[in-house]
C-alpha cells in the first residue's frame, strides 16, 4: 500500500511538474494559486465514501485541478487505533480527520498535527465551533471544524396518523405515547438496542441528559467539581433510561445498532433515538415519512436544551509529504461553497461556520431549527473528563447499557461513574 | 543422523591415524538452521523480547517514554483499577477455555470415531462438511451466528418454537450470564474440525490386527474404542489440548467481531486478547497505552508459557507410548 501509494505520487507529481514547465515554455498563463500533488484524507467516515469522491473531491478539483485528493476511511471503531499506529510508522495520510477533544489534543501535543492559526478562513468559525479543537489554553487550533452533530427522537409519522398520536413535549407526554404505542402492540414502541452499548450512552444517556443537567450550565460545573454524577439530576436521567426497557422490542439486550436502524426503518418501530447522522441513512431506506422531535422536559414549561456536539473536523498531519496542496485543501473546507455540499450531501451534519447555510432536507431542517428554540451543549463526557483511566466515556456506555438491561440500579450506576472519575479527576476530590 | 557423523568421523580418523586432523567444521548444519532460525529470529523472537522491552517504559503526557522497571505490572496487580479487569479477563479465558476443553475436544474425538468406523457411507462428505466452518472467517462465522441467535430476525426462536421449546429462547449474546457461554459454543463449532482432523488420521494409523485381535476376543466395539483406540491416540489428545490452550489464551477476533472491544455486557465477554487490544490501541475516548498494552502481551505470553511448560513437563512424560 505503502510503496504502491508512493511510486505514483512522486511519479505524478513529475508529470505535473513537467506539465507545468512545459505550460509556463509555452507561454500559458500560469495560475496563481497553481497546486499540484497527491493528498490522502483519513477518516472514519465510511458511510461517506460514495459522497467523498462523487461531489465533494469533485467540486475542489473545480477550484484545484491539479491535486489529485483521495479519501480513504478506516472503521468508526478501529480509526483511532489504527490512525495512531500510521502516525507512528509514518504512513499517515496528508489530511486527518479530527475527533473532538482529547485524542486529537493528544495528536497535536505529540507535534503530529499542525498547527492551523495562519489557516485563510478560520476566522470563519467560532470560539465554541473551535473548542473541541483547540489547546486548553485556546491559544492554538489545530483542525478546522466540519460539522457537529444533534441528538432528538425521529418517529413514523405513518404510525402516528394511523394511531392518532401527536409529537410530546414532556416526559409524561412522552410516556403515555409510549403507552399508547405498547398497548396498540402492532409496533415496537421504540427501536433500541444494548448490545453495542454506546446507543444507550450516546442516543440515551447524552441525548436526554441535557434537558436534565440545565445543557453547558451542567456541564461546566462538572468539568470545575461543583456538581457530581451522584446529584438528584444525574441519577433522574438514569431513572429515565431505565424506564425505557418494557417499550423496546423482546431481546433488547442481543440487539445491535444496525437491528435498530432496520427495525425503523421497515417500519416495525414507531420511535427511533437518533443522532441526527441517522438521517441520510434513513433518507435512502425508509419509504414513509420521518418525524423529529426534541427530547422531552422533564417540567412543561421548562428551557429546554439539547445536545448539539462539535463532532468532526479536518487538520493536517504536520508530517505531511504534501504540505501546500494540504492547506490548500485545508482553506478550501473553510469556504461557504464546502458548508453547502457538506451540510446537504450529508444530512444531519450541520456546518459549523458562520455562513448562512441552507439545510435543504426536512427533517435535518427541523433538528437544526433546535438551536434557534433551545440552548446547545456538547456531551459532557468529551472534554477534559476522558483523560484519565477508567475512561468516562466508555464508562457511560457500560453502566447505561446496564441501567437499561436492569443489572444496574439508577443510583448504583451514578455511584460507580463518581467512584471512577474521583479516582483520578483532582477538582472533583 | 549424529550416529552417521560419527560414523564418518570414526572411519576420517581411521584414515589418517598418523597425522590427526581436526575435524572440519559442519556448516552444513548451520546452512539448514538458518532460514527457520532467521525467519524466526525477525518475525516471532525479536518482536516478543522488543515488547518485553517495551512493557518496562511508561510515557508522561507529551509521549515521551522513559524506563519504569515493573511499575506497569504491580499498577495491573495491585492497583484495582487495572487488577479489576484483569482478573475478569483472565477468569473469563478460563471459562472460555475450560468449555473448549468439555465440549470442542469430546465432540472431536467422537467425531473422528465415527468417521473412522468401517462401513460409513458419505464419509468424504461428512468430513468436508464437518470441516467447512474451520475455514471460514471469524467475521462470517460471528455475523451468523448473530443473525441466527437474533431476538429480532433470527431462525433460532422460530426452530425452538417448532419443538414447542420457545420458552426457553432468550437473547443468549446480550445477557450477562449467558453472553461467555454462547460465544464458546460459537467458537467450538467453528474449531471442533480441528480436533476432529487430528484425531482422525491418529485413528488411521491403528493398525487393523489390533482392533481385529480384539474382535476376535469379543469386545464390542465400543469397548475396543475405550479399551484398544484410546489409549493409543492419547498422545494426539494431549496435543490438540495443548493446542485448544495456546489457541483459547490468544482468542480475540471473535470477541471483537462480536461484541467490539468493550467485550460486553458489563465486560462479562472480555477474555485477555480484547484487554490487550483496549490498552494498548485504545477505544473511542480511551487513547491507547502501548507500554500497558506490551506488559498485558507479556504476561498473556508467560500464562501460555507456563501452560504448556507444565504440559511438557508434568503430563507429556507421564503419557505411555506405544509402538504401532
Known amino acids: 500500500m505503502v510503496n504502491v501509494g508512493r511510486a505514483p505520487s512522486r511519479l505524478s507529481g513529475r508529470i505535473a511538474r513537467i506539465a507545468v514547465t512545459a505550460g509556463l515554455v509555452a507561454g500559458w498563463p500560469a495560475l496563481s494559486q497553481a497546486q499540484s500533488g497527491e493528498l490522502v484524507i483519513e477518516s472514519w467516515r465510511n458511510d461517506d465514501l460514495a459522497i467523498w469522491q462523487d461531489v465533494i473531491i469533485p467540486a475542489f478539483n473545480k477550484k ?17 487505533a489504527a490512525l495512531n499506529a500510521k502516525i507512528e510508522a509514518g504512513t499517515a495520510g496528508d489530511l486527518i480527520t479530527c475527533r473532538p477533544f482529547d485524542a486529537s489534543l493528544a495528536l497535536y501535543q505529540r507535534g503530529h498535527l499542525a498547527s492551523l492559526n495562519d489557516l485563510p478562513g478560520i476566522e470563519n468559525f467560532s470560539d465554541v465551533a473551535k473548542s473541541a ?67 444507550a450512552a450516546t442516543m440515551g444517556f447524552q441525548n436526554i441528559g441535557p434537558n436534565y443537567w440545565r445543557g453547558e450550565e451542567g456541564r461546566r460545573a462538572l468539568i470545575a467539581g461543583e456538581d457530581k454524577f451522584t446529584d438528584p439530576e444525574y441519577v433522574a436521567v438514569f431513572q429515565e433510561l431505565a424506564s425505557w426497557a418494557p417499550y423496546l422490542g423482546d431481546g433488547y439486550s442481543a440487539q445491535t445498532y444496525p437491528d435498530s436502524q432496520n427495525l425503523f426503518s421497515l417500519g416495525r418501530a414507531a420511535i427511533y433515538p437518533a443522532g441526527s447522522w441517522d438521517i441520510s441513512v434513513f433518507r ?25 456536539h462539535t463532532d468532526i473536523a479536518i487538520g493536517m498531519n504536520a508530517a505531511a509529504k504534501n504540505p501546500d496542496a494540504a492547506r490548500a485543501f485545508l482553506e478550501w473546507t473553510t469556504t461557504a461553497e464546502f458548508a453547502e455540499i457538506y451540510s446537504n450531501q450529508l444530512p444531519g451534519f450541520f456546518s459549523l461556520s458562520k455562513h448562512a447555510v441552507t439545510v435543504e432536507d426536512p427533517t435535518a431542517a427541523e433538528f437544526l431549527s433546535w438551536r434557534e428554540q433551545c440552548q446547545p451543549t456538547i456531551r459532557n463526557s468529551y472534554q477534559i473528563l476522558s483523560r484519565g483511566e477508567p475512561n468516562l466515556e466508555n464508562e457511560l456506555w457500560n453502566v447505561s447499557a446496564q441501567v437499561i438491561n436492569g443489572t444496574l440500579t439508577p443510583e448504583a450506576a451514578a455511584q460507580q461513574i463518581q467512584d471512577g472519575l474521583d479516582s483520578w479527576y483532582k477538582p472533583q476530590q | 543422523m549424529t550416529s552417521l557423523l560419527a560414523e564418518n568421523a570414526a572411519a576420517g580418523a581411521g584414515r589418517t591415524s598418523v597425522r590427526r586432523r581436526r575435524r572440519p567444521f559442519p556448516w552444513h548444519i548451520v546452512v539448514f538452521l538458518a532460514p527457520a532460525t532467521l525467519v524466526y529470529t525477525v518475525f516471532s523472537v525479536y518482536p516478543l523480547l522488543d515488547s518485553m522491552r517495551l512493557s518496562l517504559f511508561a510515557a508522561d503526557a507529551a509521549g515521551v517514554r522513559h524506563f519504569a522497571g515493573l511499575s506497569n505490572y504491580v499498577t495491573l496487580i495491585t492497583d484495582p483499577r487495572w487488577a479489576g479487569p484483569f482478573w475478569n479477563a483472565l477468569g473469563n479465558n478460563l471459562v472460555f477455555f475450560l468449555i473448549h476443553m468439555a465440549v470442542q475436544n469430546p465432540i472431536g474425538i467422537a467425531l473422528a470415531a465415527l468417521l473412522s468406523l468401517p462401513r460409513l457411507r458419505f464419509r468424504q462428505t461428512y468430513r468436508t462438511l464437518l470441516f467447512t466452518p474451520t475455514m471460514l ?14 431476538p429480532v430476525w433470527g431462525v433460532g426462536k422460530g426452530i425452538l418454537a417448532a419443538i414447542g421449546l420457545s420458552s426457553l429462547f432468550g437473547p443468549w449474546l446480550g445477557q450477562e450470564g449467558t453472553a ?26 491403528i493398525p487393523d490386527d489390533l482392533v481385529d485381535a480384539a474382535v476376535v476376543d469379543g469386545a464390542t466395539q465400543m469397548q475396543v474404542f475405550w479399551r484398544v483406540k484410546l489409549p493409543l491416540i ?63 502481551a507479556t504476561l498473556m505470553f508467560l500464562i501460555i508459557l507456563t501452560g504448556v511448560m507444565i504440559y511438557f513437563f508434568v503430563i507429556q512424560r507421564r503419557m505411555q507410548r506405544y509402538e504401532l
Open chain 1, 64 to 80: 484545484y485541478p491539479d491535486i489529485t485528493v483521495t479519501f480513504s476511511p478506516t472503521a468508526p471503531t478501529e480509526y483511532n
Open chain 1, 133 to 199: 479543537w483547540v489547546t486548553d489554553d485556546g491559544a492554538t487550533v489545530f483542525c478546522v471544524p466540519m460539522a457537529s452533530v444533534i441528538h432528538g427522537f425521529l418517529y413514523n409519522q405513518e404510525i402516528f396518523e394511523e394511531l392518532g398520536l401527536a409529537e410530546p413535549t414532556t416526559v409524561a407526554e412522552f410516556h403515555a405515547l409510549l403507552d399508547r404505542l405498547q398497548e396498540d402492540g402492532n409496533y415496537i414502541p421504540m427501536a433500541m438496542g444494548t448490545a453495542d452499548q454506546w446507543e
Open chain 1, 284 to 308: 435512502t431506506q425508509a419509504d414513509f415519512e420521518m418525524g423529529a422531535f426534541p427530547p422531552p422536559l422533564p417540567e412543561a414549561g421548562q428551557d429546554c436544551f439539547i445536545s448539539d
Open chain 2, 137 to 150: 472467517s471469524v467475521v462470517i462465522i460471528g455475523f451468523v451466528w448473530q443473525l441466527i441467535l437474533s
Open chain 2, 180 to 205: 461467555l457461554i454462547t460465544l464458546s459454543l460459537i467458537s467450538v463449532w467453528q474449531f471442533v474440525g480441528i480436533p476432529m482432523m487430528l484425531i482422525y488420521a491418529a485413528l488411521l494409523n
Open chain 2, 234 to 296: 492419547l498422545p494426539t489428545v494431549g496435543a490438540v489440548s495443548i493446542l485448544t490452550y495456546v489457541g483459547n489464551f490468544n482468542a480475540f477476533d471473535l470477541i471483537y467481531a462480536v461484541k467490539g472491544a468493550l467485550a460486553g455486557p458489563n465486560f462479562s465477554t472480555d477474555i485477555m486478547g480484547t484487554l490487550f487490544y483496549r490498552t494498548f490501541f485504545g477505544y473511542q475516548l480511551q487513547l491507547g497505552n502501548p507500554t500497558m498494552g506490551a506488559a498485558i
